[in-house]
Each structure stands twice: as C-alpha cells, then as structure tokens.
C-alpha cells in the first residue's frame, strides 16, 4: 500500500542562496508496508507473488523486514523472498532470524539505488507436511538523496553544482559564491563583473583582478559611450593574455575578450600579445570579456581615449580665403569664406551674403563651399543728354572704366569734356572722387552752332540763318510774340504776352502755344507745340496800368528740350553784365520787316545800346505828345539808331535782346515796347533782364 500526498513545497530564499527553482515542486511523503499472504499465519504453497514499491524520484526507497519466517533452505531455493531493483538482485532470503539456516536479512534496511523496488515471494509445494512458516512484514519508506555528495556525472558535464551545492529533501539547489551570479543553467555561476558604463573622455578598463588571473566562468560586459562627435581609441598594454587554446581557436572559442563597434563585426581577440590600438571610429564600444570554467587567462588592460571626430580639409578656393587655416579640422570648427576684393560669394547660382560652415559629428561640413565670382556693378545709369562708353574690362565686372560724356556741343559737363568712372569693390560705379552719382549734362547756353558775324556785316535787319538763334521761340498766344529759351524747361518772354490786351487778364494756358526749332514759321506749325506746365509773369508786373515796368515773365514746360542745332538757351545775364551804350547786341524776331508785313522767316537786328539818359529824353518829348505813352524806368533800357528805321515791332514783343561776352551770348533784354517801330528819334525798349536774375533763378529753382 502506498499514499501520495501532494504537498506545496515552499521555497526557502536566503541571503547566501541564489534564487533558485527547485527540481521537483511536489514531494510526496512516502512509506508503507508489505506482508506475505495470510501472515501472521502460515503461508500457502506455490505462491508466486509480487510487489512493486516506489517512492517518488529525487528518493531512493529504503526496505526493512520487521518480521521474516521462510523455509530455509540452501540458497533458499525451495522458498524466497527476492528483493530487485531493475535485472539486479539486491538480496535473497530465507529462513529464521537468528538461525543458522538459510539467509535472514536481520534488522538491516535494505536501500534501492533507485525510487523503486521489486519484492518476489515464492514457495514450492513440496514441503513435506504442514510447516509453521509465517512469512515476512515489512515496511519501507521513502529516503532523501544527498546529490550534493554525489560523484560528478559521467557525461563530462562538471560537477553538479559549480560552486556551492545544497541538499534538499528529495532535489538539491545550487548557488554562487558573493560576487558570482548563477546561470540559467541553475548549475553553473558567472562572475557579476564589468557592467559599466563609461562616458568619460579617458579611461582605462581592466579585467578583473589584473594582473591576477582572470577569475572562471564569468561575463563581464563594459560599454563606453562617448559624446557623439567624438571617436573612442582603445590602446591595448602589455602583459595581454586570454586564454587560446591553440592554433585551431581562431574563433576564441573559450576565453575571449568581443568588441563590438555598432554596424560592424564583431572582433574576437584571444591570445598572449597585445593588440595594441584599436581606433574604433565610433563614439560607441562595448567589451565583453568571457571566460569558461577551465583555463587560464591572465587578463587584459586597456587604455581608451578620445578624439574629435576630424572632416576633411575643406581645400582652397580661388579670389577667397578659407578662415582659419588649420592643418586639421576637428568637430564643431568653423570656417569662414570671404572673397577677395571684387569677388562675390556664390552658392548654387545666387549670390550669398556671407558663408560660414562647421565640421559636424559625422565628419561631414555643414554646407559645402561657395565659390568667389567677380562682382560686377551692373549696367550704367543712362545718362540724360550724354552717353556711356566702356573704356576697359568686360561686362561691367569690377575694375571696368567707363566714360561718360555729354552730347556736345548742346550739353556738357560743368568741368572737363568727360569723366570716368571705375566699377568699385562695392559694385558701385565711382569717378576718381569716390562719387558713385552720375555727372549732369548741362545744356550749353549761348553758343549758337551757326554765327552771323561772316554772313551779315551790315547793321539791319537780315534773315537769320538757320542755327544763327537757336533760342528764339515763335509764341502764338492769338496774337505773335517771341520768347527765348532760357533752360531746358523755361522760356523768358515778355509779361505783357501773356495778358489779355482788353481783360487784362492772364491767357488760359491752352492757349500759350510755343514753337520751337526753325527759321520758317510754316515749318515751324507743322512741328507740335511745346506743351507748357506754368506761367509766371512777375509778380509785379502791373497789367491794368500800362507801364511796361517788370515786363518779365518765364513759362515753364512740362517736358524738357532736347537742344541740338536748331534749339539752344541763351544765358542768363553773367554776374557783373555790363550794358555799356552803343554796344551792339541782337534781336531776332518773326515781327522784325522792312516793309509793314509780318515775316514768315526769322529775322534779326544788330542794334547798339543807348544811352539811358538820351533814351529818357526822347520818350519825354514823346510824353509831351501822348499822356499814354509809359516813362523809362531803370528796369528797362534803349537800344537802336537815332536815325530810325531798324527797330524791333509789335510781332517781336518778348524775344531776346542778346549781347556777346566771352563768345557767349546772354538775354540782355526783352522786346517790350515802343513807340511806333523805326521812328527817327526813339528808341526800342527792352526790359532790363540783370534786374531780374535773382527772381528768375528763384521761379525756376521753385517750380
Ligand atoms: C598606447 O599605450 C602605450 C603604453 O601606455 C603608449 O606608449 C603608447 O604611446 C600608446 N599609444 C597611443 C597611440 O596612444
Ligand atoms: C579716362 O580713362 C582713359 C583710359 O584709362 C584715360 O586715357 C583718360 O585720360 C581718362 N579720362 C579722364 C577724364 O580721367
């Protein structure tokens, strides 16, 4: 008979023991005991019979006869009790105890190797006449193993437990010495060793105990992990020696020290020679140290160090400089790129403002470099009434010399007949001053292309040659009337042209036309009118009262004239002027003719000045004669002959009276009035232009 009971075996955890599982969880507590038949009383013939005990495994089954009466016999070969474990006979018995006869098993327990056992009872019929033999009891009983004193097992595999053993009814527990680890194994340990991680920038790792031998069956893993942008080298010192196990172990198939560097293989090294230094390249290492139960390794030390990650040189660059120059570039240097004087910075086609760049932790430069082209200052401003000629250098590119010039002889500049003008480092055009703002042409005043002189001796009035008075405008405001050009947007006529004679008030505007750029009046209305901005009569002129005083005005234009030979200013009156009497000056006009017709072709007159004090005299006597005739102020002067004959009329109202200094011509006066036109004894009337030069320069600077 036999009872198993299943019981929860709880786990005993303490401080020396690793955790351990134990190999059987339920453990049955086991015994029973047998009895032949009829015991206690005599046992039957021919029996055959048999038992078969067990205990549960991790047991062996102990068997102890309380109580054992067979028929002895030698060898017990009529009856027996046979004990078996497995083909082997552990004990044959018979007979009495304390008998001489047959084989008593005494009080001795009887142990299987094994949890289980076999007993065979068997008796013969044979026996002569009824015996007294009472058969056997016995009781048996499960008996705990101590594995741990066990020999080791023939399979090579070491002994049980590779350290420390423990036995534990039915099983046996392994753990580790401090320090150590057990396996999953459950047998073997591992040295807790390296385990570290290493961010510093130098260090050095050893294996454990160095210079002692390394400790057996350990794993020992060290990570160093340095800052990105940096590589870690290992240097490797004598005395070096793992474990090889001959020239078979390539692999280090025992002992070996692994390092492993991310998306690379694996290096194994084993042996008795230093590997010395090992640049990984990589910010990223790991060493794992393993050593198996047997042998010997006297270990290993290594110093590691750290360098910043290096980019390649970023080379030269032609017209620029890299900054700074150093003979390596490490991680987090910069450089700077700047182009030589007249250079530009250029990157994919566009120009940049500045490069920098910095070598990254992958060894890469941030950008790559730009290139330095030849700035250029792009094309020259077009100059009004000039032009641009390029001198030396190529598209405008920096160093070029231009020139600029004014169309002579209408324009020019106020110094020299051209300047020139170089493509400076700043991409602007500048003249040797260092002044980037283009020259002026100013329109040449008072050089007529065409001269009189040759043509006309005589003094009278004559047709003008074309280009003779290129300043002379034809005015149509209803009635003619003359004017001058005095600038490229201002003509200087008479005030009384640009009043209504009956209203006396100002002309509309449209209905101002002027004429400029021919001697024939029917050419002249075939050219379109110069389209006018502003009238400005002085503002003291008095149209109501008919004085002449202040008979100035200007008209400004609302575009400019392009001069050429048949359109040109005349000057304005030079500082000083001078009117000295019986210097001839000229008037021209589209009124001036011998007979009493109007002329459809300019004409002119040479006529001297007059002495004021004459002048007011003869306008006196003609006071005498007519209460309307105005007096002589000093803003008006005389010109003409005493005899009469040659004088400026009515259609030549507001053109100039021109005098001749310096090979220039410049509006001394201005048609104004007369009394008749030629009379003998008076004189023609100009306004006296030097008194208004100030106004005028003021009107046009303010308009
Ligand atoms: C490696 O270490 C040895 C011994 O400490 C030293 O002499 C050698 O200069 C080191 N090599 C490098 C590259 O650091
Ligand atoms: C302009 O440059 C040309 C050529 O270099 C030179 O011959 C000339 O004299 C210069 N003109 C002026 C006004 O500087």
């Not at 008979?1 to 086991?30: E, F, G, K, N, Q």
Request: proline letters at 7%; one cysteine or more; hydrophobic letters at 30%.
């Amino acid at each position: 008979m036999s009872w198993i009971y299943p019981i929860i075996w709880l786990l005993c955890a303490c401080d020396c023991w690793s955790t351990v599982i134990p190999r059987r969880s339920i453990m049955p507590v086991l015994h029973g005991e047998l009895e032949s038949p009829l015991y206690p009383r005599p046992y039957p013939d021919s029996l055959s019979e048999q038992w078969y005990l067990s205990v549960p495994a991790g047991y062996q089954l102990q068997l102890t006869f309380t109580h054992l009466d067979v028929e002895p016999s030698a060898d017990c070969y009529y009856d027996s009790v046979t004990v078996m474990y497995e083909q082997k006979v552990l004990g044959k018995f018979c007979g009495q105890e304390n008998s001489a006869e047959g084989r008593h098993p005494g009080r001795q327990p009887i142990l299987s190797p094994g949890n289980h056992l076999r007993v065979i009872f068997h008796t013969d019929d044979s026996n002569a006449g009824p015996h007294q033999h009472i058969g056997f009891s016995a009781f048996y009983q499960a008996i705990d193993i101590d594995e741990c004193s066990l020999p080791d097992p023939d399979d090579g595999s070491g002994p049980l437990c590779s350290q420390i053993c423990h036995n534990t009814l039915g099983s046996y527990l392994c753990s580790c010495r401090h320090g150590y680890e057990l396996r999953p194994d459950q047998r073997t340990c591992i040295l807790h060793c390296g385990g570290g991680l290493y961010t510093e920038a130098e260090g050095v790792l050893t294996s454990p105990g160095y210079p002692l031998p390394s400790p057996l069956g350990m794993s020992c893993q060290y990570h160093i992990s340095v800052e990105l942008g940096f590589t870690v080298t290992l240097n490797f010192t004598e005395p070096f020696h793992i474990e090889d196990t001959g020239p078979d172990d390539s692999n280090c198939l025992h002992h070996w020290l692994q390092v492993s560097i991310p998306e690379r293989e694996p290096m194994r090294l084993c042996g008795d020679e230093s590997p010395g230094v090992i640049p990984t390249q990589s910010n990223s290492v790991q060493l794992e140290y393993r050593t198996d139960s047997t042998g010997l390794s006297r270990g290993w030390k290594v110093h590691y160090t750290t360098q910043r990650v290096q980019c390649e040189s970023p080379g030269k660059i032609s017209n620029g400089k890299v900054t700074p120059s150093f003979p390596q570039y490490l991680y987090r240097d910069y450089i700077h790129v700047r182009c030589d004087t007249g250079y530009k910075l250029m990157m994919g086609g566009k120009e940049i403002q500045s490069y920098f760049s910095v070598c990254q932790s992958d060894g890469q430069w941030l950008i790559p470099l730009p290139e330095c082209h030849l700035i250029d200052c792009g094309d020259p401003s077009p100059l009004l009434n000039g032009g641009v000629s390029f001198l030396s250098g190529t598209k405008n590119q920096y160093h070029s010399v231009i020139e600029y010039h004014c169309n002579e002889p209408f324009y020019s500049l106020v110094d020299g007949v051209s300047v020139n003008y170089t493509c400076a480092a700043d991409r602007k055009w500048k003249d040797h001053r260092n002044n980037y703002i283009i020259p002026k042409c100013f329109p040449v005043c008072g050089h007529p292309t065409a001269s009189t002189m040759k043509l006309q001796r005589i003094l009278g009035g004559a047709t003008a040659p074309a280009g003779a008075f290129p300043w002379q405008v034809f005015l149509h405001t209803g009635s003619r009337g003359g004017a001058a050009v005095v600038g490229d947007q201002w003509l200087l006529t008479a005030a009384h042209n640009l009043f209504d004679g009956r209203s006396n008030s100002l002309i509309p505007m449209d209905r101002v036309k002027a004429y400029v750029g021919d001697i024939d009046i029917q050419k002249l209305l075939r050219f379109q009118p110069l389209s006018i901005a502003s009238l400005h009569p002085h503002p003291n002129y008095n149209s109501k009262e008919i004085s002449y005083n202040h008979d100035i005005a200007l008209i400004k234009l609302q575009q400019p004239i392009t001069f050429n030979h048949n359109v040109m200013p005349l000057c304005l009156p030079p500082k000083g002027a001078k009117y000295t009497t019986g210097t001839v000056g000229f008037v021209s006009g589209f009124g001036l003719t011998e007979s009493d017709t109007i002329s459809n072709i300019l004409k002119y007159l040479r006529l001297p000045l007059v002495d004021h004090t004459v002048c007011g005299a003869s306008i006196d006597s003609q006071r005498k004669l007519s209460s309307d005739v105005p007096s002589l102020t000093d803003n008006m002067f005389c010109a003409g002959f005493p005899e009469g004959g040659r004088d400026t009329c009515s259609g030549d109202s507001g053109g100039a009276f021109a005098l001749r200094e310096n090979d220039q011509y410049w509006a001394a006066g201005i048609v104004s009035w007369g009394i008749n036109c030629g009379v003998q004894g008076t004189y023609g009337i100009y306004t006296r232009v030097e008194n208004y030069v100030d106004w005028i320069k003021k009107t046009m600077e303010q308009n």
